[in-house]
T-cell receptor, first 112, second 115 residues
Framework: ELKVEQNPLFLSMQEGKNYTIYCNYS?????LYWYRQDPGKSLESLFV?????AVKQEGRLMASLDTKARLSTLHITAAVHDLSATYFC????????????FGSGTQLTVLP | NAGVMQNPRHLVRRRGQEARLRCSPM?????VYWYRQLPEEGLKFMVY????????ESGMPKERFSAEFPKEGPSILRIQQVVRGDSAAYFC?????????????FGPGTRLTVL
């Protein structure tokens, strides 16, 4: 059974600081997704990582994938308040089932 | 291009009643997925459907829950005889008919409250 673990689960950081969220998964997969969810809202797709070594950046967020280590990171640079949200990673089991297995989420609060 | 549509957005039911949740995928998408999110948790896969076919229902509870995606009309997630533990946010996602990867686009969700 595929398991996806994120850490930390809760993260408070000050504006202007950098931090990294980690996503580990238990079985072979080369497709990993990062989503953002605001309270009471749906999930917004942030990044799709499709191969080992993939790196994608959008604004203050950068995501990377190491399929050999079964690890993805979401790095936040110079955080701003607007980044406060819950961030989920999800792994595609790469089989015919097509279901996504989600981590528990990292609730990020950026403090002024 | 409208995104994934779900209705109702909020649904209140008493124990023992039925809940029907609807999902219209994005235009050009023929794959539909239902996920459930309990408070403070990640999303859990329930079922994957294509038109008129259930492809994978491994995450669906064996009793009281059913899903369909008819040839015409939206996908329906049906919960019979609801219990308090069914209170959750139910998200529908869709993905394209063909494509290199399985990026799923999520609807706004239906928040079910069982009294």
């Amino acid at each position: 059974e595929l398991k996806v673990e994120q850490n930390p689960l809760f993260l408070s950081m000050q504006e202007g600081k950098n931090y990294t969220i980690y996503c580990n998964y238990s079985t072979t997969s080369d497709r990993l997704y990062w989503y953002r969810q605001d309270p009471g809202k749906s999930l917004e797709s942030l990044f799709v990582l499709l191969s080992n070594g993939a790196v994608k950046q959008e604004g203050r967020l950068m995501a990377s994938l190491d399929t050999k280590a079964r690890l993805s990171t979401l790095h936040i640079t110079a955080a701003v308040h607007d980044l406060s949200a819950t961030y989920f990673c999800a792994v595609d089991n790469s089989g015919s089932a097509r279901q996504l297995t989600f981590g528990s989420g990292t609730q990020l609060t950026v403090l002024p | 291009n409208a995104g994934v549509m779900q209705n109702p957005r909020h649904l209140v039911r008493r124990r023992g009643q039925e809940a029907r949740l609807r999902c219209s995928p994005m235009k050009g998408h023929s794959h539909v997925y239902w996920y459930r999110q309990l408070p403070e948790e990640g999303l859990k896969f329930m079922v994957y459907l294509q038109k008129e076919n259930i492809i994978d229902e491994s995450g669906m509870p064996k009793e009281r829950f059913s899903a369909e995606f008819p040839k015409e009309g939206p996908s329906i997630l049906r919960i019979q005889q609801v219990v308090r533990g069914d209170s959750a946010a139910y998200f529908c996602a869709s993905s394209p008919t063909s494509g290199l990867y399985n990026e799923q686009f999520f609807g706004p969700g239906t928040r079910l409250t069982v009294l």
